[in-house]
T-cell receptor, first 115, second 111 residues
Framework: EAGVAQSPRYKIIEKRQSVAFWCNPI?????LYWYQQILGQGPKLLIQ????????DSQLPKDRFSAERLKGVDSTLKIQPAKLEDSAVYLC?????????????FGPGTRLTVT | QKEVEQDPGPLSVPEGAIVSLNCTYS??????FMWYRQYSRKGPELLMY????GNKEDGRFTAQVDKSSKYISLFIRDSQPSDSATYLC???????????FGKGNQVVVIP
């Protein structure tokens, strides 16, 4: 079974530029998560989708971050404009529709550097 | 006060030693307790989870939860160089899949 796919793996941009990340979850997984992991810290949930609806986006900085999940499968996370403090690894995870919190499977992440 | 506290100090141990990691938490609503392993430039992968106080064993790994003290631990017996990774504790409330993570401990097992 293929895992969660993310691209690009690495991205370097200048502050005030925009950037987008893409995630393809495990086939059949209805729930998709985006986490931000700053160096030396644990991942922090940014947004959770159930199919193509948002379940939790309470920690998403909505003035600059946006996310969508068209057709309930792939998802994109966008930052516009980027700030230096957005430098982090952005992790995508997915889980089956009816699952415990321990059933999240993580992708390899996209490492963003903002200069 | 952060929801989950994990002393992020790196840990170096000789091969075969016991590794002991721990986290404390402040949210009494947490009922699910997980440990993840994260290799460099990879995503976290689930090692163990539990939802009750006490010990749970899986091979060389033991997870321990003390809800009365809001304290969880992970023990790795007979540590191997392949265990070198960052270990993250994570917790969740019932009915809510949001994971609250600790900062992680980088463990290095020296051959």
């Amino acid at each position: 079974e293929a895992g969660v796919a993310q691209s690009p793996r690495y991205k370097i941009i200048e502050k005030r530029q925009s950037v987008a990340f893409w995630c393809n979850p495990i086939s059949g997984h209805a729930t998709l998560y985006w986490y931000q992991q700053i160096l030396g810290q644990g991942p922090k949930l940014l947004i959770q989708f159930q199919n193509n609806g948002v379940v939790d986006d309470s920690q998403l900085p909505k003035d600059r971050f946006s996310a969508e999940r068209l057709k309930g499968v792939d998802s994109t996370l966008k930052i516009q404009p980027a700030k230096l403090e957005d430098s982090a690894v952005y992790l995508c995870a997915s889980s089956p529709a009816t699952s415990g919190p321990y059933e999240q499977y993580f992708g390899p992440g996209t490492r963003l550097t903002v200069t | 006060q952060k929801e989950v506290e994990q002393d992020p100090g790196p840990l170096s141990v000789p091969e075969g030693a016991i590794v002991s990691l721990n986290c404390t938490y402040s949210n009494s609503a947490f009922q699910y307790f997980m440990w993840y392993r994260q290799y460099s430039r990879k995503g976290p992968e689930l090692l163990m989870y539990t939802y009750s106080s006490g010990n749970k064993e899986d091979g060389r790994f033991t997870a321990q939860v003390d809800k009365s003290s809001k304290y969880i631990s992970l023990f790795i017996r007979d540590s191997q160089p392949s265990d070198s990774a960052t270990y993250l504790c994570a917790m969740s409330e019932p009915g809510n899949n949001r994971l609250a993570f600790g900062k992680g401990n980088q463990v290095v097992v020296i051959p």
